[in-house]
């Protein structure tokens, strides 16, 4: 299977910055789409930026102008940077990952990260 870990997360103050990261781990044969997820507390987990094979990139409304997605030459890792936090963006970030893997000949995964936590706080 497809290992995906997430890390960047931490406590930063509303207007500052962090750089979120992803990678992903395995026999993988080729990406699809690579994704950054929240959850807070008390809400539904929304999607926040999305990357596929074809470089389309979508934002969430709430993170327009503020948030960056990017991938590594590779594309097998995943970055969000985050700038202009806001009190808003406290969450759990996960990352998900979709493609194909190798156990013998190309098989489709669906992978997610266990979280990595961010706090907007004064």
């Known amino acids: 299977q497809v290992q995906v870990v997430e890390s960047g997360g931490g406590l930063v103050q509303p207007g500052g910055s962090l750089r979120l990261s992803c990678a992903a781990s395995?026999?993988?044969?080729?990406?699809?789409?690579m994704d950054w997820y929240r959850q807070a507390p008390g809400k539904q987990r929304e999607l926040v930026a999305s990357?596929?094979?074809?470089?389309?990139?979508k934002y969430a409304d709430s993170v327009q102008g503020r948030f960056i997605i990017s991938t590594a030459n590779a594309k097998t890792s995943v970055y969000l940077q985050m700038n202009l936090l806001k009190p808003e963006d406290t969450a759990t970030y996960y990352c998900?990952?979709?493609?194909?893997?190798?156990?013998?000949?190309?098989?489709?995964?669906?992978?997610w990260g266990r979280g990595t936590q961010v706090i907007v706080s004064s």
């Open positions: 395995g026999n993988i044969h080729s990406i699809a789409n």
């Open positions: 990357v596929n094979r074809a470089n389309n990139i």
């Open positions: 998900h990952i979709t493609g194909l893997w190798r156990p013998q000949y190309p098989v489709s995964f669906d992978s």
